[in-house]
């Protein structure tokens, strides 16, 4: 059995990225009606930031050379790192629980959220590695930050989590559906790229889709 982990991070209750990555995961139950699916809305439900103690628990992860969820729980030695440990813990499992991890995010000021930096801040540990586990990033731009736009340089989104899933959790397959220049919904100086939007837009729930049916 399939388990889908679907996470929402933008401030918006009515996003771009949120409509896509519903896209994707109505057509992935569709597509796998025995599966599992778990779903978590992070700026409706923000994890805290990481704290001392659990800096305090990495470092006893580095210690040990190796990480193994498993060990967690034996790591913990005073109160106050058994407190992170149950922040964290329910996260963690979330995530090694997952086969496919959805994350629909907006760039903010070319990078992430907060809200989703934050929680990968308390799922990462040193040396570990997410196997099997496959991950899809549907997102909303403001702007065009595609190859060859005169801002592609400044995409720090895809960049960031692209590297972030290569190197702390070797998965080098991360796949991205970006529904470009969305601010010509609102901003009267990009009103002229409307329909570029909406071609980007459309193409986009279709990918998300059609991606949904091959995971």
Known sequence: MSTLLHLDA???????????????AAAWRAGNPNGEYLYRDLAARPVPFVDEPWTELCDAVLARGAFDPADLDGLATT??????????RPLLDEVLAADVILIGTPMYNYSIP????????QITFPRMSLGHRRFVVTSARGGSYSPGAPKAAFDYQERYLRDFFAGHFAVTDTVFVHAELANSRQDPALADRRAEHDDSYAKAIETARSLAAQY
């Open 10 to 24: 933008s401030a918006r209750r009515r996003s771009i990225s949120r409509e896509l990555s519903a896209e994707f």
């Open 114 to 121: 907060a809200v989703l930096k934050a929680w990968l801040d």
């Open 79 to 88: 109160p106050a790192q058994t407190a992170a440990l149950a922040v964290l």
